[in-house]
């Protein structure tokens, strides 16, 4: 079993930025895919940001591309979301999932395991 932990949430005015983490335990996931995903008030949760294995092959979605970098330290276990340029509209709860299989993925139920998630908020 994984166990994931989100961190680095908060509050932050428009413009600003954030570094999320997430720290996985119970087994390395270093040949595992990673994502991040967000689901606001009210709405769905999307896709954000997803990282292979490697770290070579990573993917965002059109409303975080050039603000938001993806990025993993196999050897700390953990996953990172630097988020800059911070928008309302970010605002929501940021998740992270792994996948066994080291090919990222945008499909949110080929993610096996899930951390808690952590909230964003940003003000105007």
């Known amino acids: 079993q994984v166990q994931l932990v989100e961190s680095g949430g908060g509050l932050v005015q428009a413009g600003g930025s954030l570094r999320l983490s997430c720290a996985a335990s119970?087994?390395?996931?270093?040949?595992?895919?990673m994502g991040w995903f967000r689901q606001a008030p009210g709405k769905e949760r999307e896709t954000v940001s997803t990282?292979?294995?490697?770290?070579?092959?990573?993917y965002y979605a059109d409303f975080v591309k050039g603000r938001f970098t993806i990025s993993r330290d196999n050897a700390k276990n953990t996953v990172y979301l630097l988020m800059n340029n911070l928008e309302p509209e970010d605002t929501a709860v940021y998740s992270c999932?792994?996948?066994?299989?080291?090919?990222?993925?945008?499909?949110?139920?080929?993610?096996?395991?899930w951390g808690q998630g952590t909230q964003v908020t940003v003000s105007s």
């Open positions: 999932a792994a996948r066994p299989s080291g090919a990222a993925s945008t499909t949110q139920y080929q993610y096996t395991y």
């Open positions: 119970g087994r390395t996931v270093s040949s595992y895919a």
């Open positions: 990282i292979d294995w490697s770290g070579s092959a990573t």
